[in-house]
Every structure is written in structure tokens, then in C-alpha cells.
């Protein structure tokens, strides 16, 4: 879907996009040779042509960056499939719901294994790890993991492209919290932590400052499903997304 994005460019909007579509040019590439089949204005053409052919360069060059900063953030999700395979599943727990209230666990979850870095232990090691990635995968962190993760380490560039499931999964029609959405889509979880939530997870740290490591293993147990579970639903709003895009425009 990243190749037949034409929307990051200054003035390009999404009916002149579509228009772009509907005149059979789905991709970069089909653009930088036949776009005198699109019904564009000379204006247009002067933005779009430089932007597509910086774009083709750039995704050449795994320039993800690029890509973070030039994307609107509704429309992050479209870089999905070319940056997915170096995706980082995300997801934090902390000391209350407050914007200043410290985080405890963060939880990594790559595709195949999941990292959790707890405070007082290893936290530390999150921003070496993070570098590796190239897409941020959320559910809600614009509004919550981002910004705590950003004031707990201030200074740090997080420059990745960012896919918050909360709204994208909202556009195709699957609204609510996430252990909601995961529900009503077939994921499951272990009994031990079915029906947690956030507050939940709150007291089970202050239980493991009382001195019980059972209730840390249980929240960093909690806090593995909330990221494993981000994967398939990455993709399902992936795929209903594209095929709302596309529906709309063909």
C-alpha cells in the first residue's frame, strides 16, 4: 500500500489520490511513467513528481524515517507490509493512569519473541534495543505509551514510523478496548489473566514491592498478551484498510 501512496505529498489529497487510481496508476513506479494519464493540474504534477521519485529512493534505502516524518499519522499504517518484518510490538504498564505516573514494564514483542524490560531491572536496555526497529505498532499509544515512554527518556529521538491500532481498527468497524476487540475477533488469553486491565496491573506491582515475585511474573505475563495480540490484529487493520482504500477509489 506504501507504493500507492500519493497523499504525503503537499497538496495532494485523498479524492485527487484516488483519481490517481482511478486512472489505473496504483503504484510509483506506474506514476513516474504514465502519469500524463492522470488528470492532475501543472501544480500538481510540480509537487507529486519530485515527492514520488524521493520516495522510490528512499524506500530503496529502508529509509523508514523518512517515511514517519512525511506520512500523516492516520495514514502510518500503510507502511505496514514493507516495514512490518521489522516491527515492534508495544506495550507499557504503569504506577496509575496519570500523564506522570512512572512505567513499570514494557513489553517488545517482535513477531516471535517478546522482551519485557521492568523497572528497577533492565528498563535501561529499552532504548539500545529499540533502535533495531523501523514501525512502532500500538493500541492507543499516541495517546498514552508514547508519551510516557517520551518524558521517561527525554532527549531520545523515537523516529519510527507509528501505527495506532486504536484508530485504524475504529475505521474498519471494530471500536472499544482492546481486550474488547480482541474478543470479538477470536483471541484468547490464559485464564490466569483473562479479564485484567490496566488497574490490575497497577496492583500487581505494588504487590511485588510488598515482596511477591508472582505478582511480577503475572503482570509481565499481562503485559506479553497485550503485545502478542497487537500482531494479527496489525494485520487485519492492514488488510481492511487497503481494501476501504482501495473499495472507495476503483
Not at 189 to 214: C, H, N, Q
Request: aromatic letters at 10%; one cysteine or more.
Amino acid at each position: 500500500m506504501l507504493t500507492s501512496t500519493f497523499i504525503h505529498a503537499q497538496g495532494i489529497g485523498e479524492k485527487t489520490e484516488k483519481s490517481i487510481w482511478q486512472a489505473g496508476i496504483l503504484t510509483w513506479e506506474q506514476f513516474l511513467t504514465s502519469h500524463d494519464a492522470c488528470r492532475l493540474s501543472a501544480r500538481q504534477r510540480s509537487l507529486l513528481l519530485p515527492i514520488v521519485e524521493e520516495s522510490v529512493t528512499r524506500l530503496r534505502a529502508n529509509d523508514y524515517s523518512y517515511f514517519a516524518s512525511i506520512l500523516p499519522s492516520s495514514e502510518q499504517w500503510r507502511a505496514f507490509r514493507e516495514f512490518g518484518d521489522k516491527a515492534a510490538y508495544l506495550d507499557i504498564e504503569t504506577l496509575g493512569m496519570g500523564a506522570d505516573d512512572a512505567i513499570t514494564v514494557i513489553g517488545v514483542y517482535d513477531g516471535e519473541n517478546v522482551k519485557s524490560y521492568i523497572k528497577g531491572h533492565n528498563m535501561e536496555q529499552f532504548l539500545e534495543d529499540i533502535e533495531r526497529y523501523h514501525l512502532l505498532v500500538t493500541y492507543a499509544g499516541a495517546m498514552f505509551d508514547l508519551p510516557h515512554i517520551r518524558r521517561a527518556f527525554p532527549g531520545h529521538r523515537f523516529d519510527q514510523i507509528h501505527i495506532d491500532l486504536c484508530p485504524a481498527l475504529r475505521r474498519i468497524g471494530l471500536k472499544g478496548g482492546l481486550k474488547g476487540i480482541e474478543k470479538s475477533v477470536g483471541l484468547e488469553r490464559p485464564s490466569e489473566i483473562a479479564g485484567m486491565d490496566g488497574w490490575a496491573a497497577v496492583r500487581l506491582w505494588r504487590e511485588y514491592e510488598w515482596g511477591s515475585k508472582e505478582s511480577l511474573d503475572l503482570l509481565v505475563k499481562y503485559n506479553a498478551y497485550d503485545v502478542i495480540n497487537l500482531k494479527p490484529l496489525a494485520e487485519r487493520a492492514y488488510e481492511g484498510l487497503r481494501t476501504v482504500a482501495f473499495g472507495l477509489a476503483l
